[in-house]
């Protein structure tokens, strides 16, 4: 085998090693099954054993209370972007309020825009992304169809610590890349959703933990494939799911649980793994200048520039030769991103620090 690097990518991500190799050891024979998971029929037992051992395993992670459901969903989160409009806006007669702060929740506002009408709460564009709104930076209308935030802003690395209060209003959440990376109180939301390619496992699934009341809403005018009620009623098997994904989205729930031991000693490990990165930062003299403001820095992504151009791609070309990669800021942002999600294993991160550091005191 060639030597694994250490990968930085913001997603498809770094899987669990454990994992892959797992999941490796049963691609030939499924236990049980005689047979690959991918040759096997999703109406099968072995699948349904897998995707009921799933939730099982989300349930437990995240506390899920019992009027929630958990579906297993294809279009990836950007297709949710317009699910929870075209189910939860069009024909209300409502509006929905979006929190902006950043390329996430712009982006699912756009997909909103297309289903019926929206009211802009709180915009970070002016300041560049840069942080969450203040609680009195806001007012949420109490006639909403539903709220809607995003978890953690990928891009720009800004992260929610404390979500916003809603009350009776639906709170919809974009958890794609930070799902399973701390404990999250699910009653706070109606809809809390994410792609699993960054924390939970490959492209291809979609997760969505969707309160009971908001299922039995959803119009009967829409497709099935678009129809909260009809997905769930059939058990996100209304048509082949994606079963490879949800297979793996098993082992790295199991691995959350067993390996791990929770997610609040995931989060531990998060906030460790992202400390030694921002107090590099924070310590370059200015060297290295973070995007987001310090107070919402995100625990899964870092962003980062260095003082020019030519010095980035330096730092990135030096990087890469010692096994660190993918660590190209996206184009909006420039510079550079470390994604140290779950999976991301400490001597990754610390190979980074000494890189950072290293890099600093020759370049600076
Ligand atoms: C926060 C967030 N939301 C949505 C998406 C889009 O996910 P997908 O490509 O599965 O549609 C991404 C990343 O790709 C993301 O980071």
Same mark, same amino acid.
């Given at each position: 085998?060639?030597?694994?690097?250490?990968?930085?990518?913001?997603?498809?991500?770094?899987?669990?090693?454990?994992?892959?190799?797992?999941?490796?050891?049963?691609?030939?024979?499924?236990?049980?099954?005689?047979?690959?998971?991918?040759?096997?029929?999703?109406?099968?037992?072995?699948?349904?054993?897998? *995707?009921?051992?799933?939730?099982?395993?989300?349930?437990?992670?995240?506390?899920?209370?019992? #009027?929630?459901?958990?579906?297993?969903?294809?279009?990836?989160?950007?297709?949710?972007?317009?699910?929870?409009?075209?189910?939860?806006?069009? #024909?209300?007669?409502?509006?929905?309020?979006?929190?902006?702060?950043?390329?996430?929740?712009?982006?699912?506002?756009?997909?909103?825009?297309?289903?019926?009408?929206?009211?802009?709460?709180?915009?970070?564009?002016?300041?560049?992304? @840069? @942080?969450?709104?203040?609680?009195?930076?806001?007012?949420?209308?109490?006639?909403?169809?539903?709220?809607?935030?995003?978890?953690?802003?990928?891009?720009?690395?800004?992260?929610?610590?404390?979500?916003?209060?809603?009350?009776?209003?639906?709170?919809?959440?974009?958890?794609?890349?930070? *799902?399973?990376?701390?404990?999250?109180? *699910?009653?706070?939301?109606?809809?809390?959703?994410?792609?699993?390619?960054?924390?939970?496992?490959?492209?291809?699934?979609?997760?969505?933990?969707?309160?009971?009341?908001?299922?039995?809403?959803?119009?009967?005018?829409?497709?099935?494939?678009?129809?909260?009620?009809?997905?769930?009623?059939?058990?996100?098997?209304?048509?082949?799911?994606?079963?490879?994904?949800?297979?793996?989205?098993?082992?790295?729930?199991?691995?959350?649980?067993?390996?791990?031991?929770?997610?609040?000693?995931?989060?531990?490990?998060?906030?460790?793994?992202?400390?030694?990165?921002?107090?590099?930062?924070?310590?370059?003299?200015?060297?290295? @200048?973070?995007?987001?403001?310090?107070?919402?820095?995100?625990?899964?992504?870092?962003?980062?520039?260095?003082?020019?151009?030519?010095?980035?791609?330096?730092?990135?070309?030096?990087?890469?030769?010692?096994?660190?990669?993918?660590?190209?800021?996206?184009?909006?942002?420039?510079?550079?991103?470390?994604?140290?999600?779950?999976?991301?294993?400490?001597?990754?991160?610390?190979?980074?620090?000494?890189?950072?550091?290293?890099?600093? @005191?020759?370049?600076?």
């Amino acid at each position: 085998m060639q030597e694994r690097v250490y990968n930085f990518s913001a997603g498809p991500a770094v899987l669990p090693l454990s994992v892959l190799r797992k999941a490796q050891e049963e691609l030939l024979c499924l236990p049980d099954a005689g047979c690959s998971v991918l040759e096997v029929s999703h109406r099968a037992r072995p699948f349904d054993e897998i *995707i009921i051992q799933t939730e099982t395993n989300i349930r437990k992670l995240l506390n899920v209370p019992d #009027n929630y459901r958990i579906l297993f969903l294809q279009g990836g989160a950007l297709l949710q972007f317009a699910m929870i409009p075209m189910n939860f806006l069009k #024909n209300t007669g409502k509006k929905a309020d979006y929190l902006i702060s950043g390329t996430w929740s712009k982006t699912a506002l756009g997909e909103a825009k297309t289903q019926g009408e929206t009211n802009i709460l709180w915009d970070g564009a002016e300041s560049g992304f @840069r @942080r969450k709104p203040k609680p009195e930076e806001y007012t949420g209308n109490p006639e909403a169809a539903y709220c809607y935030t995003c978890s953690n802003e990928t891009i720009q690395g800004v992260q929610w610590r404390e979500y916003p209060d809603t009350g009776d209003i639906p709170l919809v959440c974009d958890a794609s890349s930070d *799902i399973f990376s701390r404990s999250v109180d *699910i009653s706070r939301f109606g809809i809390y959703f994410a792609c699993a390619q960054k924390n939970a496992g490959p492209a291809g699934v979609t997760i969505v933990i969707i309160r009971d009341d908001l299922v039995e809403r959803s119009p009967k005018e829409l497709p099935k494939m678009l129809n909260y009620k009809v997905l769930s009623d059939g058990r996100s098997m209304v048509n082949t799911p994606p079963c490879f994904a949800v297979y793996m989205v098993k082992l790295v729930t199991e691995w959350l649980l067993d390996h791990i031991g929770g997610l609040e000693k995931m989060e531990q490990r998060n906030a460790e793994k992202a400390k030694y990165l921002y107090d590099v930062i924070d310590r370059s003299h200015g060297f290295y @200048r973070g995007h987001a403001d310090k107070e919402y820095r995100s625990m899964m992504n870092v962003p980062f520039v260095l003082p020019s151009e030519e010095l980035t791609k330096k730092f990135l070309d030096g990087a890469k030769t010692h096994h660190l990669t993918q660590l190209s800021g996206h184009r909006s942002v420039g510079g550079c991103r470390a994604s140290i999600y779950n999976a991301m294993p400490e001597e990754g991160v610390l190979a980074l620090r000494d890189f950072m550091l290293d890099f600093a @005191r020759k370049n600076g």
